[in-house]
């Protein structure tokens, strides 16, 4: 894959160590921050971790430019005001992967529960959100963050996408591919977004109750 893929919120736990395994799988990786600065200092630590990986940290509008997919990997609360700011940024070139899970700690809630969304999910309001023409799949709400940012740590997961039109989730799944030990699963329109995002908290719980790591993979594929 020649051109590079932009991670808005790459310096968070779960956009960096997305960008670290794309990195190491050869995908030329654009971290984006709302501050320029922390994005270079990701990226200098990115590339630290993967010498032979290319990182670029920008702020988050320069960051998408040039970048055919853009993961927005922010907490639910920076959603909103994110995608505000890249209104004049992102054009219908670019398909728009939102990670991003309604978690009741955005307002000092538990994570182990979901805020309403009035779109009925995180990536449905990033849908509405996103300027015309723009492609909005869903995806990366089951992965672990500290997994992907533990390099020795074999992976061996699905991805579980959500999206409109066929060819985007094709597109997205390509990348996924390229990370091993992930496998991409189309689980249907983007409205199936708002049950995959009820998984997060899911596996929150599960995780401090048997304090594992755990993950989602679908059998019978």
């Known amino acids: 894959m020649a051109s590079s893929i932009c991670i808005v919120g790459g310096t968070g736990a779960l956009g960096f160590g997305l960008a670290l395994r794309l990195g190491l799988a050869g995908v030329p990786v654009v971290i984006g921050s709302?501050?320029?600065?922390?994005?270079e200092e990701a990226a200098a630590r990115a590339a630290e971790q993967v010498a032979q990986a290319q990182f670029t940290g920008r702020e988050n509008a320069q960051a998408v430019q040039g970048a055919?997919?853009?993961?927005?990997?922010?907490?639910f609360r920076s959603q909103s005001e994110t995608l505000t700011n890249l209104r004049q940024a992102l054009t219908p070139e670019h398909l728009l992967v939102d990670a991003t899970v309604p978690l009741a700690a955005a307002v000092s809630g538990k994570a182990t529960r979901t805020l309403g969304v009035w779109q009925g999910s995180a990536a449905q309001q990033a849908d509405e959100m996103a300027p015309e023409g723009v492609r909005v799949v869903s995806a990366f709400h089951?992965?672990?963050?500290?997994?992907?940012?533990?390099?020795?740590?074999?992976?061996?997961?699905?991805?579980?996408?959500?999206?409109?039109?066929?060819?985007?989730?094709?597109?997205?799944?390509?990348?996924?591919?390229?990370?091993?030990?992930?496998?991409?699963?189309?689980c249907g329109p983007l409205e199936m977004a708002r049950i995959v995002e009820q998984l997060t908290p899911l596996i929150i719980s599960i995780n401090v109750r048997h304090k594992v790591r755990a993950g989602i993979k679908i059998t019978g594929l």
Request: with cysteine; proline share 3%.
């Open 34 to 39: 709302r501050d320029a600065g922390r994005a």
């Open 68 to 75: 055919e997919i853009v993961i927005l990997s922010v907490p």
């Open 142 to 186: 089951t992965v672990s963050a500290a997994l992907l940012s533990d390099l020795e740590h074999q992976l061996d997961e699905d991805v579980l996408i959500c999206g409109d039109r066929r060819a985007d989730k094709q597109k997205l799944a390509e990348v996924v591919d390229l990370i091993p030990g992930l496998r991409a699963v189309d």
